[in-house]
């Protein structure tokens, strides 16, 4: 199965924002693409070319957002539609607001696998009990999505479609803190990365090995392109 991500970076300056060094966007898609989510997309103005600029040679599609009169939701429509329109055999979509920069690639990892053997469940992370972000919204919430308030904020809309009956939500802490915690709190005061308790996909696997071995001004490595 095919798990897309979908950042909505539709507040520049939110998008743009430093995180470390580099624009909150681009360590996105880059953690995104680590993790093993694929197509990445993302929806943003970018009518002075900042947001292209910030995205170059990145393995992304930058698509123009919906038209902000029909909310977030539409933009999580949008989303949808381009990341299918990119794959076709897409099943799921990690919906991801901008402002999440601390996200680290495991978490991405661990929430696509969770996916294949559950992919009608709306998957969220968290962190000590804290729900938090990306959300990975299965293929088959699209027409449950449509159906709620355009007023909706994007934790609304998350929390609405997961107690609408629609289908089963299920949280799984995966010991990230940048699932909880946004750019505006500083990379060095997060908390420890922990890892979660076991993988969501029951293989055992030593959790940050990777990330460890890894220099920090090493680039993101992530699945081959077809």
């Known amino acids: 199965m095919t798990v897309a991500a979908v950042v909505l970076a539709i507040t520049p300056s939110v998008a743009l924002a430093n995180a ?11 953690t995104a693409w680590s993790g093993g989510a694929m197509p990445i997309v993302v929806l943003a103005p970018d009518p002075d070319g900042a947001m292209a ?21 539409a933009q999580f429509l949008r989303g949808i539609e381009v990341a299918v329109a990119e794959v076709r055999g897409t099943s799921g979509v990690l919906i991801w607001p901008a402002r999440m920069s601390w ?13 294949g053997p559950d992919p009608e469940a709306l998957l969220r992370p968290a962190f000590h009990g804290q729900t938090g972000w990306p959300a990975l919204v299965p293929l088959t919430a699209f027409d449950a999505l449509r159906a709620l308030p355009i007023t909706s904020t994007p934790d609304q809309l998350v929390e609405l479609l997961g107690s609408s009956g629609a289908m089963r939500t299920r949280t799984i802490d995966l010991g990230d803190p940048g699932t909880i915690l946004d750019g505006d709190t500083r990379r060095e005061d997060l908390p420890p990365y922990e890892g979660p308790a076991a993988p969501a996909d029951g293989r055992s696997r030593e959790w940050g090995a990777a990330v460890a071995a890894t220099p920090d001004d090493a680039p993101l490595e992530g699945p081959e392109r077809a």
Request: charged share 20%; net charge neutral; glycine share 12%.
């Open 20 to 30: 470390a060094g580099v624009p909150r966007v681009r360590r996105i898609v880059d």
């Open 53 to 73: 600029t910030a995205l170059a040679g990145a393995p992304v599609t930058l698509a123009a957002p919906a038209p902000m009169e029909g909310g977030r939701v």
């Open 103 to 115: 996200v680290g690639p495991e978490t991405i990892t661990s929430l696509v696998e969770a996916h």
